[in-house]
């Protein structure tokens, strides 16, 4: 049941680096005491932050990585010459089988071009896409494509529907999950026609999927579906309005608060409340978005977040490798774009 | 200074019509005792939701509209067979002069395409789009398009962001926004083409305009810029998402509230601060969009609002015409497209 499962950590990547990622490890230690941890980063500066001794030291090794890929150092650049970086090698332990899974929180685009080139897609999958869960009022949905893809064609979206779908079951738990694609409107004349065009693949396919059709922005939040499929550009777009409307409402509230004596005190009263409403629309607590499509599990980490976010990065990829995702969503695929292309041919 | 201004009002569109219309009127007579509707609709409808000698009586003409355009009509249907609806004689009164805006609740899609029809698009400007403006944490700013033209070129988002400029010093008294790209990185490289050429032309055209460059669905709720230009599509989506999660977090707030008893004293003596709260992300207060960029004044209302939305709504319209709105943006494109096309025949 609890075989040891190692991760790669890249140490290197995210604005508190290497701290907050060692910070992180040992978090994620605490909820999943069997992780193991190749941590690739500069020994010199990690080697420090591990007591000696300490669970961390005995459930990980530290293998030095001479370079780091810089935040805003371009894909391709960061492709070429940062074979030696840390997020680079984490990512090739992978590969090699020596770990199970890679969490980094560095530069989006660099970590995708080289995991793409590393990992390769599965088969049937043109182009990962980023996924990520969140809160919504059912509870929890997924979303992607969250920025890896700018432009998208329909087939890339019914893609995304079929990773979404197998994402969902294994993070939520869905036996079933419903599936809709974001756009302005929900009628069928509505929005761009690739959209539209992935509607109708999505709707005649034959694939066993609930898809309900389209769903607009303030659909994301009421969580009329469990999976919200878009394109990278709109999906990034969503994914942030909603963080900062989330955080101007969180301000408006504190501002509210302190504007009599009688809203103080209602304010330290209801601090139990507040605390919980705070811990509900953490963005640590849904940090860790999921590159699907690829051969292993890759997870990136929010770049500015702390020990406690990146533990939460963590956890997802270890929750993702013990359901062994990989081979799920490679079966899934292989079933879902089988019977789609019996039925097309059958059509024909 | 208050001379008797004119509004006409499509009383048929939106969901509670025509009671939340004429309502409406009512409350927006409260705050503007000069203003005159022309009130478009079924007479014998409209007629007995009027008190005879009341303010409103007095302040308003019914005339009547023996036709009303569907809220799922398809906008070319309802140009061609509308004619005679309440909101095809609303536009034409501005057209003729008999008002100097107008207000309406309906189909977004018809209204547009009716109000481009008859009232024609300023000289300079290929296509309207809607702007609206909503609270920030630095105050308010104006975001557009948020509907009208989902498939956009630079040219058309370089149009947006000169109206967005002049649309933002007429409402939020600015005397020189500021102005961003909605994008999903702050980096030159990111994002679809058509907009790193519009950020482009935007730096290079020598318009007077205060361009910042990109700007991430987050700093939408930040108030990073008094503007932020963008396509229809991608608009639409962030504004929707940015009222989805308002309600996700009021819903979250008001169960963490009852979650003990002590939240619960601590909800009851908060009131007042909650009340302010909710009034400052009330989107009925944010009701009232622009129809930017046409002969005319064309105020869209949410569908789905109530009379205090609605006489918000009013309110915008009486604002901007009280300025000389339309004027001042024909001025403006004027001399912006005038230099920019002076400082392009120059630089050739």
């Known amino acids: 049941m609890t075989a040891r499962l190692t991760l790669s950590l890249d140490a290197m990547g ?5 701290e907050m990622v060692i910070r992180g490890a040992e978090l994620a230690l605490e909820r999943f005491p069997d992780l193991h941890f190749l941590i ?36 391709s650049v960061a492709l070429r010459g940062g074979r030696s970086s840390s997020m680079r090698l984490a990512i090739d332990a992978v590969r090699s089988g020596d770990a199970s899974g890679v969490v980094s929180a560095g530069n989006t685009g660099a970590l995708m071009a080289m995991a793409k080139f590393v990992l390769h897609t599965v088969p049937g ?5 980023i996924a990520s869960f969140f809160p919504t009022q ?25 990773m979404g779908d197998v994402f969902a079951r ?21 929005g761009h026609e690739h959209i539209r065009r992935a509607a109708t693949l999505l709707r005649e396919s034959g694939m066993p999927l609930d898809f309900r059709g ?47 004596l009688l809203s103080r005190i209602g304010y330290l009263l209801s601090q139990p409340a507040i605390k919980r409403l705070r811990s509900r629309v953490d963005p640590r607590r849904y940090n860790g978005a999921m590159f699907l499509g690829l051969n292993g599990i890759v997870i ?22 013990m359901q062994g995702f990989i081979d799920r969503i490679k079966d899934e695929i292989q079933n879902l774009t089988l019977e789609a292309s019996n039925q097309k041919a059958a059509a024909l």
């Open 14 to 18: 995210g604005d508190n680096a290497p």
């Open 125 to 129: 999958i043109d182009r990962p896409a």
């Open 138 to 162: 059912r509870g929890e949905s997924v979303m992607l494509d969250l920025g890896a893809n700018l432009e998208c064609d329909e087939e890339n979206l019914v893609q995304f529907a079929i």
């Open 170 to 190: 294994a993070v939520l738990g869905l036996q079933r999950p419903s599936i809709g694609l974001l756009n302005v409107g929900v009628e069928g004349q509505k």
């Open 300 to 321: 990136k980490s929010h770049g500015g977040t702390d020990a406690f976010g990146f533990a939460n990065a963590i956890g997802v990829a270890a929750d993702l490798c």
């Open 40 to 75: 690739f980063g500069r020994e010199e500066q990690i080697a420090p932050l591990i007591v000696p001794g300490s669970i961390l030291a005995k459930a990980s090794e530290i293998r030095n990585a001479p370079d780091v890929v810089g935040s805003d150092a371009k894909p």
């Open 214 to 260: 389209f769903v607009e922005g303030d659909d994301i939040g009421a969580g009329t579906v469990d999976v919200i499929v878009t394109d990278g550009f709109t999906g990034n777009v969503a994914l942030k309005t909603a963080e900062g409307t989330a955080k101007l409402i969180g301000l408006f509230l504190r501002e509210s608060f302190k504007s009599s």
